[in-house]
């Protein structure tokens, strides 16, 4: 079946723009979580959803990035006046259920780049 | 509160020898642990996992893990490594719905 999907793949900006980052979860897995991996580093992260709910934005590193999700589907990411320090490969997973053993499946990420 | 330590930020191995990826968690509940791979530009992929069902856990690829609650590891193992196993390696620890991740471990296989 398919798996994690996330778009664009890659993305350049220029430091102050805007960008949206898509992420399509597997059909009929309630959490969603976001992460940023800077090269040569961890994941990092970023926000959790419940549905489209999120009770756990604690990783947001600042009011500039916001993310959404429409019902147990599709969630964006945004980031408002992009700065060179938000290049990253921003990945997305989602899990049939939060908690327990329940295996968290990855996206293959969206790569930006800020100029 | 729940943390994981890879004790090893880089393994450099001959291929054809063992492998061992240290990892240490800590965890105020039951913790559920992972191991995740991730070859160069792919994405993240699961190995094994412990589910409390048996404290060695077989994965993928001939990787196994053992936790011991005693010493609060579980660490990644195996017998013969191969070329292909060059990769980035993540130990992660979870409870309740949020999942901690350690900073990972290269591993670079030598012909």
């Known amino acids: 079946g398919a798996g994690v999907s996330q778009s664009p793949s890659n993305k350049v900006t220029e430091k102050g723009k805007d960008v949206e980052l898509r992420c399509d979860p597997i059909?009929?897995?309630?959490?969603l979580y976001w992460y940023r991996q800077r090269l040569g580093q961890g994941l990092e992260f970023l926000i959790y959803?419940?549905?489209?709910?999120?009770?756990?934005k604690s990783g947001l590193p600042s009011d500039r990035f916001s993310a959404e999700r429409t019902g147990e589907s599709v969630s964006t990411l945004t980031i408002q006046r992009t700065q060179q320090e938000d290049s990253a490969v921003y990945l997305c997973?989602?899990?049939?259920?939060?908690?327990?053993?329940?295996?968290?499946?990855f996206g293959p990420g969206t790569r930006l780049t800020v100029l | 509160a729940q943390s994981v330590t890879q004790l090893d930020s880089h393994v450099s191995v001959s291929e054809g020898t063992p492998v061992l990826l240290r990892c240490n968690y800590s965890?105020?509940?039951?913790?559920?642990l992972f191991w995740y791979v991730q070859h160069p530009n792919k994405g993240l992929q699961l190995l094994l996992k412990?589910?409390?069902?048996?404290?060695l856990v077989k994965g993928i690829n001939g990787f196994e893990a053992e936790f011991k609650k005693s010493e609060t590891s579980f660490h990644l193992t195996k017998p013969s490594a191969h070329m292909s196993d060059a990769a980035e390696y993540f130990c992660?620890?979870?409870?309740?719905?949020?999942?901690?991740f350690g900073a990972g471990t290269t591993v670079t296989v030598r012909a």
């Open positions: 997973a989602s899990r049939l259920r939060a908690g327990g053993s329940n295996e968290q499946f």
């Open positions: 059909s009929g897995h309630t959490a």
């Open positions: 959803f419940q549905g489209n709910s999120a009770p756990d």
């Open positions: 965890s105020s509940y039951s913790p559920s």
């Open positions: 412990y589910t409390s069902a048996a404290t």
């Open positions: 992660v620890v979870s409870s309740d719905y949020k999942l901690s």
